[in-house]
């Protein structure tokens, strides 16, 4: 996991993920520029980096930075390819780079390189799910874990399919729902009366809890847990967001943390479907989604994007699996108008070897989210990590040929062996809101950090010319 910025500070609602304003000067324009992160509770600046401040409307603003002259002229797709191409030949992104830049503002094309090939990104996939499930819930939309009565002294737990879910006081996520309040709940539902069992209800989800093409050390390594409807801190053993152990049985893990909380010995747990109608003893509600996508994107959270896109699943009609998960994904994102059938996905976190995106999805999804004519689809945009500072770009964008992006590029990043990829947005020097996808698929000797250095070079030249 990365370090990040704290995330109890952030702005209520949806915000820009880049605010852009234009001063006149003696000697012409210039272009200074303020990132807003997204939801829950305050508005913030982002902190400086070396070069470059972010002053956000409504706060004391910080000095605002001379980027550049404003040429004023559109890119093109000639200026885009000239300054563009030595960067994407570098040997380090290998034989195989996909590449899409579009107009942030309008979403046309400027300039695409093999950017119709459908080939793996990691997890820069992660951006369809986000985007699908703002689409089908909305930002606000919150999850709920319950607990129903049972027959003799039985008590429910009822999975909702909350990916943030906590146990106690320390959670991995923050603001999360917890099942020690929800134990709190229950005992005051029952008036003293003893609980006889713990009956797990999982059923919300179905299907393998493990999609095809994930590595057998995905879940041993940390990377993921198995899905289910029900699991604590993304299926973590320990309450913290850097924690690496993965439990291979969540649900089970999760009921004897709520065990715990309600007294009861672990002895107690069996597995069942709550009866319909059953009286309800509690409920906790998640973070809202727009929270959620934000956690998910600035650390690239896998089990998060499974969970969401089990839910986009039964949202839309289908189970709530990794097949059908996949299927609303797409086909949500296709009545958006993207090109969705260039996506073949066997999980929503591009952590399976099988999954296919195109550069120009990549780009298409972001213009899209970046679209005042979508504003519930804003937290896709405002959670990507910033060059130089945060989420999984924090340590990134900082050599020479790189060090210039530096908080100017938004963007997700995605790793796997062989994979490298980076895809996001920025202001270039001419002012001018870009959005980009580069994805590398066949890194040599399957060195991603060398790869990472190259794209990295690939956005700051991005965000460094006019390109007219």
Request: hydrophobic share 40%.
């Amino acid at each position: 996991m990365v370090a990040r910025a704290p995330r109890w500070l952030l702005v209520t609602g949806l915000v820009a993920a880049v605010l852009v304003g234009i001063a006149g000067t003696a000697g012409g324009a210039v272009v200074s520029v303020a990132f807003a992160a997204p939801i829950r509770g305050y508005l913030t600046p982002l902190p400086p980096t070396p070069e470059v401040a972010y002053p956000v409307p409504g706060l004391q603003a910080a000095p605002q930075p001379v980027l550049a002259a404003a040429g004023g002229a559109d890119p093109t797709a000639e200026g885009l390819a000239s300054q563009l191409g030595q960067a994407l030949a570098d040997s380090r992104l290998g034989p195989s780079v996909s590449v899409s830049v579009r107009d942030g503002n309008t979403g046309e094309s400027l300039y695409g390189h093999t950017d119709s090939s459908s080939v793996p990104a990691a997890s820069a996939t992660k951006l369809l799910t986000a985007t699908a499930a703002l689409e089908s819930f909305g930002p606000d939309y919150r999850f709920k874990t319950r607990a129903v009565a049972g027959a003799a002294g039985a008590v429910y737990l009822v999975g909702g399919g909350d990916p943030t879910l906590g146990i106690g006081p320390k959670t991995a996520y923050p603001d999360a729902a917890r099942l020690d309040q929800l134990a709190a709940q229950v005992r005051k539902a029952l008036g003293g009366a003893s609980v006889s069992k713990i009956i797990v209800d999982t059923s919300l989800f179905s299907g393998p809890t493990q999609a095809a093409g994930w590595d057998p050390t995905d879940v041993s390594g940390g990377d993921v847990a198995p899905i289910t409807a029900l699991m604590v801190d993304g299926g973590r053993t320990s309450p913290s967001e850097d924690a690496r152990g993965r439990t291979t049985t969540p649900a089970v893990f999760a009921a004897q943390g709520f065990a715990q909380a309600l007294g009861v010995p672990s002895a107690y747990i069996t597995s069942g479907k709550a009866p319909a109608g059953a009286r309800e003893l509690g409920s906790v509600s998640s973070p809202m989604l727009s929270g959620i996508v934000y956690d998910n994107l600035q650390i690239s959270d896998n089990v998060i994007s499974e969970v969401l896109a089990h839910q986009v699943g039964l949202k839309n009609g289908q189970p709530g699996s990794f097949a059908g998960g996949a299927a609303a994904v797409i086909a949500t994102l296709s009545k958006l108008g993207v090109p969705a059938g260039d996506a073949t996905l066997s999980d929503a976190s591009g952590l399976s070897r099988n999954d296919r995106v195109s550069a120009r999805l990549l780009s298409s999804v972001l213009a899209t989210a970046s679209s005042p004519a979508h504003p519930n689809l804003r937290p896709a945009i405002t959670g990507l990590p910033v060059a130089g500072y945060s989420g999984t770009l924090d340590s990134r964008f900082q050599d020479g040929k790189s060090r210039a992006g530096a908080g100017l590029v938004r963007a997700k990043t995605g790793t796997l062996s062989g994979v490298s990829s980076l895809a996001g947005t920025l202001v270039d020097s001419s002012g001018q809101v870009l959005v980009f996808a580069v994805v590398a698929d066949k890194v040599p000797n399957g060195g991603t950090s060398a790869a990472e250095d190259a794209l990295d070079a690939v956005a700051a030249k991005l965000a460094g010319c006019g390109c007219s």
